[in-house]
């Protein structure tokens, strides 16, 4: 890889995400990790512990400024009559200084924590929403 100049270390600012194709202008972070499951292997003649992958499982969370009731309305009907709410959520991080931009879209993610309500007096609102993945599509990624 050439040498890097520091301006092109993407700055998370520049991150947006859609929501089943709706803009989330509120959002101030997203995460989105694979946790890969192993098994051990043993062999004949080596001391060592070999990995055997099995699995993976997805998690994440998106963080957003509190402005709308978004989540109690993408949710709450759905859990009231015992149904799953499953969405796909594009992550796109475009910093104009950056040499590319990366955009993924993480499929089939069910969402884990619902807040009702969650304030404090002389505190700006936020919220935290875990969720569960199953696949992932990288649409657009940075070449080095």
Known sequence: MREIRPEQVINGSWGEVWIDGDY????????????????????????GTAKKMMGYSGTGSVKLNKVTSRFIKLLSDNLKNGRQTSVDIISKLDDPDAVGAERIVIKN????????????????GEEEVNFSFDDWEPLDLIED
Do not use: M
């Open 109 to 124: 993610a069910t969402f884990e924590n619902l807040s009702l309500a969650n304030w404090e007096a002389k505190t700006k």
């Open 24 to 47: 989330v202008a509120e959002v101030t972070g997203l995460t989105a990790t694979l946790e890969i499951e192993y098994e051990d292997v043993n062999r004949p003649r080596k001391l």
